[in-house]
């Protein structure tokens, strides 16, 4: 009969243990939500007017939002991935602190700059432009916290297309930006994608920046998370309802991200693969 | 033509080459891996910059140190296949003939015309529509081509290309690149480690040891006159380098080497020497031979390998001092019942021998 040793098995039954503590602890609270929630009752709760405002002013701002961090992160990425220079680890230590600040600091910040008496904000309103507490701070606040989500996924993407195929783009007459946009980005694509989708998924969940920096004006800055947290003290079935939305929003946005594969470069490439 | 002098440090590697070649001309440029050939193409390439050095293409200046020129890769007009072709693999065949002129912003209707032109030339036209992994190798090879040579490039530069191949398919790939080469009005680099490959294809082969060209020269003078050990054994001969000691009858002279003497014809000249020997030159012997042959060296057999074809011949690697390698019949090796270990005599005549310098 074949044995196993008192420390293989010790080491199975802590990895167990393990597994099964931090399943029940990140599973627990989502089951709690759904299981609490009936589907009738939900679509009834979204659709009153203030709910349904909410979740229309966080789809618009967070779709918003992670475009700005696409269209102003793909230089950044690009320049991250192919280039060396004096500072890139300070740059990309400074691209990625947002990941781990905490959201209200980060507004703190925001308002600072951007304030009516923020650095920036200043300059702003001499020309008749108030940034805090619009539905344009919402954006940055978001943008703010999920750029960082779209230039690693981005420039990880960047850094996989092999140089061979830059080089063959470049003797075959490509100037860069010819190589960059009918090469480079089309075979990062997938990457590219995945790191807007996940930047996206993060500007919906944003909360502590924007109520710092935005406000909490319902139709305005109200946002999901902002409505979650103020229906909590008034409407506890609101908040469940716009909260089971949230999570099932954020998982389908995972679930694709993972499963899908974007683009026929990624088709051609699990071929070779597979 | 081109004109290039190329110096580079990169990692183990001291590069300083000087290589000529006239438009229409292909230069086979072999040498081991790690002795900086593909380092050479890259320089030349535009992908690297020399350290010092100049690049000039008909007149053109590509690149010069002292007078701070460097074109980048995309304003060269140089086509390069690297060893693996790198075929865009998001791009049909069509796309990716089409990319180089895309690129230039040729006009759509001239676009399509001159693809289609190519892959007629190349006989793609078949696969138009395929993507790159479902290409043979062969194929992949002549896409590649094709998408250089689309652009019509004044230099280009092939980086060991039938490597990628299996043999059977590189056998008919070679005559068809030899044909397309032969035809082309550019100069052309073709790097290879295989001796075979730059005899069929160099007008000219330069030989490059550790980042140094050591020898430049057509097929028949490396053949013939192999300049150092390395490109006589890339070859297939024996070479002696000795000093010429003295002059012996009947139009003879003694060559003294590190290793003793030989005797070979007269040159007609004197001081440092080099002799190339034919290997079917060579007789083994199992008793010192008493015939007409006035070299004779004594050493174990260290290898003994049948050649094609039918084995009618076997190389035989001799531990003698110098080394030697001699090609004898299967004829010889059984009546001496050769094999490895076995001490012979190696024996040559001296007026198959002529020194050169």
């Known amino acids: ?274 | 033509m081109l004109s290039a002098e190329l110096v580079k440090r990169l990692g183990g590697l001291s590069l300083s080459a000087r290589l000529d070649i006239d438009a229409g001309s292909t230069l086979a440029l072999v040498g081991e891996s790690g002795a900086g050939k593909t380092t050479v193409l890259r320089l030349l390439a535009g992908l690297a910059d020399p350290d010092q050095g100049r690049i000039a293409l008909d007149g053109h200046t590509w690149f010069d140190r002292a007078g701070g020129i460097s074109l980048p890769a995309w304003q060269r007009e140089v086509g390069y296949l690297s060893q693996d072709y790198a075929l865009f693999p998001h791009l049909s065949v069509f796309e990716n003939v089409a990319f180089g002129l895309r690129a230039l912003g040729t006009e759509r209707s001239v676009l399509r015309q001159q693809v289609e032109a190519m892959l007629f030339r190349f006989h793609l036209q078949a696969l138009t529509t395929r993507q790159p992994d479902q290409l043979s190798g062969g194929q992949q090879q002549r896409v590649a081509l094709a998408r250089a040579l689309v652009l019509e490039p004044r230099l280009l530069l092939l980086d060991e290309p039938l490597s990628a191949l299996d043999l059977k398919t590189r056998r008919s790939v070679r005559s068809e690149l030899r044909r397309t080469l032969m035809a082309l009005p550019s100069a052309t680099v073709y790097v290879t480690h295989n001796p075979m490959e730059a005899l069929f294809f160099g007008d000219r082969i330069a030989v490059l040891e550790s980042g140094r060209v050591t020898q430049n020269g057509v097929p028949d003078d490396l053949l013939r006159h192999p300049r150092t050990p390395y490109v006589a054994e890339f070859m297939g001969v024996n070479l002696l380098q000795g000093t010429i000691a003295a002059a012996e009858a009947g139009g003879l002279v003694r060559v003294r080497t590190p290793f003793g003497s030989v005797v070979a014809a007269d040159p007609g000249d004197v001081g440092e020497v080099l002799v190339a020997l034919n290997p079917r030159e060579i007789t083994l012997h199992l008793t010192p031979p008493t015939g007409s042959a006035q070299n004779v060296f004594f050493g174990p057999i260290v290898e003994l390998v049948p050649e094609p074809p039918f084995g009618e011949r076997f190389r035989v690697a001799l531990a003698t001092s110098p080394p030697l390698v001699a090609e004898v019949t299967r004829h010889a090796v059984e009546t001496l019942r050769l094999r490895e270990g076995l001490e012979v005599h190696a024996a040559f005549k001296a007026t198959g021998l002529v020194p050169y310098r």
């Open chain 1, 1 to 274: 009969m074949a044995t196993i040793s008192g420390r293989v098995l010790a080491g199975r039954v802590v990895t167990a243990f393990a597994a099964a503590g931090l399943l029940f602890l990140l599973v627990l609270p989502v089951l709690a939500l759904l299981l609490r929630a009936p589907a009738s009752d939900i679509v009834a709760r979204l659709s009153q007017p203030a709910v349904f405002a909410a979740v229309r002013l966080s789809l618009l701002t967070s779709v918003c939002a992670a475009l700005l961090a696409t269209v102003l992160g793909l230089p950044v990425a690009y320049l991250l991935a192919t280039r060396e220079f004096r500072g890139k680890r300070v740059l990309e230590a400074i691209i990625a602190l947002p990941m781990v600040l905490p959201p209200t600091v980060a507004g703190v910040g925001l308002l600072l700059a951007f304030g009516r008496a923020g650095i920036a904000g200043r300059a702003l309103s001499l020309v008749g432009i108030s940034i805090p507490f619009t539905t344009a701070a919402v954006v940055i606040a978001e943008a703010f916290i999920a750029a960082p989500f779209f230039v690693g996924a981005a420039a990880a993407g960047f850094r996989e297309v092999e140089p061979r195929y830059l080089e063959a783009a470049a003797t075959l007459r490509a100037t860069p930006a010819t190589a960059f946009f009918r090469v480079l980005l089309p075979l990062a694509f997938p990457s590219v994608l995945a790191g807007a989708t996940m930047s996206w998924a993060r500007a919906i969940g944003e909360f502590g920046a924007t109520i710092t920096f935005a406000g909490n004006l319902p139709g305005v800055t109200q946002t999901m998370p902002l409505a979650v947290y103020v229906a909590l003290q008034t409407d506890l079935e609101a908040a469940i309802a716009l909260s089971v939305l949230l999570v099932l929003l954020s998982l389908i946005i995972l679930l694709v991200v993972r499963a899908v594969p974007f683009g026929p470069a990624a088709i051609r490439a699990q071929r070779r693969a597979g």
